[in-house]
């Protein structure tokens, strides 16, 4: 073992905390992924910033809160001037490239008004929140009639699938994403209907096998100390997968639902507008779920094979023995959980999610095959992969804290009493529903290890789950007397949280309190009646002067 050169930082789209058989799920066995467990930690209490692809990557890459960075909902630009991975881990001496998905839209209007070209290194970079690309895929090429969602979505994986003999104008959907009947009818993945169908394509063709192959051809060529991120779209619907992955799974592996007649009766007016959207009523019914489900835990076995095969080829290589490789995900899905489907509420479901990592070096060994139970957050990744490198976290700036004390045995928790995560619904028909004002069409949690709270913009009461008692987070207490006490506290954390300083990210602390007594060595003298209450080396500029009157000078005299 050695101490970690580089970072592979493997991140999954969509894939539920719970869902790993290292996590307990009884019916997906995970014995790659359990296998990475074995050997680094697991914590099982990891949240993320935002319940949505978009800003919980900005987040993620960022190390700060959305309120921070701004990027608050998916296709939102990362303003041009925000820091991110890359940005740090390169000042350390660190590559950071891409492999697979980012959902990062540029901020193509900063960039053109401070003159970056998007074609040159520091504007590619901008564009691409801050990494080098060796091959992007965010992963989806819909069309509708009004185009298509993302135009560049799986455009080097479609020219792979052409060249493979796919022949479509779109392979990504005809055969990736969609089965096929016996008349030769795309089934396409985008309805629910068609997941039990298989993919109509080569397994070994498919998208996360793909993946692998581009995050191996990677570091095959890549010279360290380097930060791979390795960036997976699936378990992300369309919900369907290739045979053998197909069949593995049917609805007796479908767990049960975790919901209650009385949570959708009793609903707070938001949640209750998130339960109504169309997908919440679909997700509502048990045939969809029994559909869908056994088709996202194919996806997830198929994951874990592909886990397998990357592991093996780190530990054959020796590349296993200088890199630290971190797990995670952006975010859950209800799956019909709490009547809703998708991702954009609070509940556990959504807002945690798995995170291993394992550090190869000698000072982790006491903790390999553990499980921490501390508070962490998304953010927390970007000062963890810093310390790495080598370099020193910029606390003015990043707004995590580094993981390294726990992983290497030295702190059993972090510092924060809290996690926080946000979701801007502005742009949602959500918000349309609820005839929300833009500006009130936001929601903040608050939790730690007993309770959760969710502030909701626009004069409604709070949502509160007592954790403890009800881990399902199935009874509201936000109208409770009872817990007044108990939401006040909250709510003093979460304004505590709103007043930091987010934004004073050009001068660190140490420069701060350096300015503190700098001034007075520079002439500026205020408050001062006399010169000798101030130093007199203070104020020597201004001491022993001599001076003539200035009519004599000018010649203006009377």
């Not at 819909?142 to 185009?147: A, K, L, S, T, V």
């Not at 995050?215 to 930060?227: L, R, S, V, Y």
Request: contains cysteine.
């Amino acid at each position: 073992m050695a101490r970690p050169k580089n970072i592979l930082f493997i991140m999954f789209d969509q894939l539920r905390w719970d869902y790993l058989s290292c996590s307990g799920h009884p019916h997906l066995h995970t014995p790659h992924i359990d296998r990475l467990a074995e050997r680094g930690v697991r914590f099982s209490r990891a949240y993320i910033q935002s319940p949505i692809c978009g800003s919980s990557r900005m987040s993620t890459y960022t190390g700060r809160y959305v309120h921070s960075h701004g990027a608050s909902w998916n296709n939102i630009p990362l303003k041009v001037g925000e820091m991110t991975m890359g940005d740090h881990l390169r000042r350390a001496g660190m590559g950071c490239w891409l492999v697979g998905k980012t959902h990062m839209r540029a901020d193509a209007e900063g960039m053109e008004r401070l003159g970056l070209e998007p074609d040159s290194v520091i504007g590619a970079r901008l564009a691409e929140c801050g990494f080098d690309v060796f091959e992007r895929d965010d992963g989806m090429l819909p069309e509708g009639p009004d185009g298509s969602y993302d135009p560049d979505g799986a455009k080097e994986y479609n020219k792979y699938l052409r060249a493979k003999g796919y022949d479509s104008d779109n392979p990504w959907h005809d055969f990736a994403n969609s089965g096929l009947d016996g008349d030769g009818n795309v089934l396409s993945g985008w309805f629910l209907k068609h997941a039990p169908e298989a993919a109509n394509i080569d397994e070994y063709d498919s998208e996360t096998p793909y993946l692998t192959r581009r995050g191996i051809a990677f570091m095959e060529q890549a010279e360290g100390p380097w930060c791979c991120h390795l960036s997976y779209i699936k378990p992300h619907w369309p919900y369907i997968v290739p045979e053998p992955y197909a069949s593995m799974y049917g609805p007796e592996h479908v767990l049960p639902v975790v919901r209650s007649d009385s949570e959708r009766q009793n609903a707070h007016p938001v949640l209750k507008a998130f339960m109504d959207t169309k997908i919440g009523q679909t997700f509502s019914r048990q045939d969809v779920r029994e559909a869908v489900i056994p088709a996202y835990m194919g996806l997830i076995k198929q994951i874990d094979d592909q886990m397998g095969v990357l592991f093996n080829w780190l530990e054959d290589t020796g590349r296993d023995r200088d890199t630290m490789i971190v797990l995670t995900s952006d975010h859950g899905d209800f799956l019909g959980d709490h009547w809703m489907g998708e991702k954009t509420f609070f509940q556990d479901a959504s807002t945690k999610v798995p995170l291993i990592v394992y550090d190869p070096s000698p000072e982790a060994d006491a903790t390999r095959g553990t499980v921490c139970d501390a508070l962490v957050e998304s953010i927390d990744l970007v000062p963890t992969f810093i310390e790495v490198a080598g370099g020193q976290v910029p606390g003015h700036i990043v707004e995590g804290e580094s993981l390294l004390p726990i992983l290497h045995g030295q702190a059993s928790d972090t510092r924060r009493s809290h996690v926080i995560c946000e979701y801007d619904y502005s742009g949602s028909p959500v918000a349309a529903a609820l005839n929300a004002d833009v500006r009130d069409a936001v929601m903040f949690m608050i939790a730690d290890k007993t309770w959760k709270l969710i502030h909701c913009e626009g004069g409604f009461r709070p949502l509160l789950f007592d954790l403890v008692n009800d881990p399902g987070e199935l009874t509201d207490l936000g109208a409770s007397a009872e817990h007044e006490d108990t939401i006040a506290h909250l709510y003093d954390r979460l304004f505590a949280w709103a007043r930091r300083p987010s934004q004073r990210t050009t001068r660190s602390e140490r420069q701060l309190l350096d300015m503190r007594t700098k001034s007075r060595g520079r002439g500026v003298v205020i408050g001062i009646y006399d010169e000798n209450d101030t130093p007199l080396d203070l104020t020597v500029k201004y001491r022993g002067r001599k001076a003539r009157p200035w009519r004599d000078l000018t010649g203006r005299g009377d």
